[in-house]
């Protein structure tokens, strides 16, 4: 199993909402990164976990909150965003920091209305 | 500073065509490695090919192949023969490995290939 799976496939919310994206894998990967891509845009790094705890946070706004509840699972808790934060949501994995083979989900594409 | 350069933007070509995708990078680490990803309108990114910064030989996969010259701070990726499933954004990124990384990639800005029938 390569994968990563990250749901849902799409979301759209309003600026009130409190929603979250999850993303999960089962290759025994102690690193997950989220990644924001806006459209034609490349990817941008977010968050990284390291064996479930958080090592890297690139100035992300505290209305993004993430959580690493055990070594499978990354989620991205999502209050109060605003329409510049739609964009596509990658999350990837790697068997630890360092380690270059990233394994990246479908991403969620999230719509702030 | 790290950085990736892809410039071309958009490249449209007729299939059957070859075309090749080129990438400038920026690092002053001696010890990186080198990838390109697939980014189909389905939006998952999909790895083709890792080159660590010590391997300078050319590799080719079937339609693939690629060209990575450390003298001049390139790795160019061509398609042979492209076909309409080639279709997609490519991206060339960068990581590095030395002390303090923390193994994210730095990407190019893209090059949006559209392979017409």
């Known amino acids: 199993d390569t994968e990563v799976t990250q749901t849902p496939k799409h979301l759209v919310m309003g600026m009130t909402n409190k929603k979250s994206l999850k993303c999960e894998q089962h290759m025994g990967h102690r690193a997950m990164y989220w990644y924001k891509q806006k459209a034609k845009k490349p990817p941008e790094l977010m968050f990284v976990?390291?064996?479930?705890?958080?090592?890297i946070n690139e100035s992300v706004p505290s209305r993004f909150s993430p959580e690493c509840p055990n070594s499978s699972l990354l989620n991205l808790h999502l209050h109060a965003l605003q329409p510049e934060d739609s964009a596509l949501y990658l999350c990837a994995s790697t068997r630890q920091v360092g380690d270059t083979e990233a394994f990246f989900g479908q991403g969620t594409r999230l719509t702030v209305v | 500073a790290q950085k990736v350069t892809q410039a071309q933007t958009e490249i449209s070509v007729v299939e059957k065509e070859d075309v090749t995708l080129d990438c400038v990078y920026e690092?002053?680490?001696?010890?990186?490695?080198l990838f390109w990803y697939k980014q189909p309108p389905s939006g998952e990114l999909v790895f083709l090919i890792r080159?660590?910064?010590?391997?300078?030989q050319n590799e080719i996969s079937g339609r693939y192949s690629w060209n990575f010259q450390k003298s001049t701070s390139s790795f160019n990726f061509t398609i042979t023969a492209s076909q309409v499933v080639d279709s997609a954004v490519y991206f060339c990124?960068?990581?590095?490995?030395?002390?303090?990384?923390?193994?994210?990639?730095?990407f190019g800005k893209g090059t949006k290939l559209s392979v017409k029938p």
């Open positions: 080159r660590n910064s010590f391997d300078e």
């Open positions: 990124a960068l990581s590095e490995t030395g002390r303090g990384s923390q193994g994210n990639l730095i």
């Open positions: 690092t002053r680490d001696t010890t990186y490695y």
């Open positions: 976990y390291s064996y479930e705890k958080l090592s």
